[in-house]
């Protein structure tokens, strides 16, 4: 689980307590909009081992070109990409805006960001596809993956 990003929209510590508070609010009558079904058939499961905790890793559409390994990590309140994926994106460093907190639980000590850049993120393809603008946090550690989708996207 990883500490810190947008959670709350804001960066402040303030916005992320009111964040919190809302999260665990829970009103009567509360509905989801109608959501599709999402089925997984025999096909998928291939290689998988039953019984494991596999971690859920998919391809996206993130600046107009197909990012593979990107972790979905329902415990993370951050978006990350990281610096490697965001080097071969062809983006620039002076596109990022500056991100003044650190992230928690990232490695054995916080990491500062090199900053966040706001980027046009594709889930599905076709009709079944969605498109979001994500406010990425950008770091320059090694991963085995290219990006982080968290709560903050997930919600």
Known sequence: MIN???????????????????????????????????????????????????????????ANANLHQTLVDQGSSADILFKSAFDKLGLQEKELRAYPNSLFRLGDTPIQPIGYIPLHTTFGIEIRSRTLSIDYIVVDVSSAYNALIGQTTLN
């Open 4 to 62: 810190g990003g947008f959670a709350g929209r804001e960066i402040s510590k303030s916005s992320c307590k009111r964040h919190l508070k809302e999260v665990h609010h829970v009103r009567e009558g509360d509905r989801s909009p109608d959501l599709p079904t999402i089925t997984f058939t025999q096909e998928d499961a291939a290689g998988i081992i039953p019984g494991h905790d596999d971690p859920v890793v998919v391809t996206i559409i993130l």
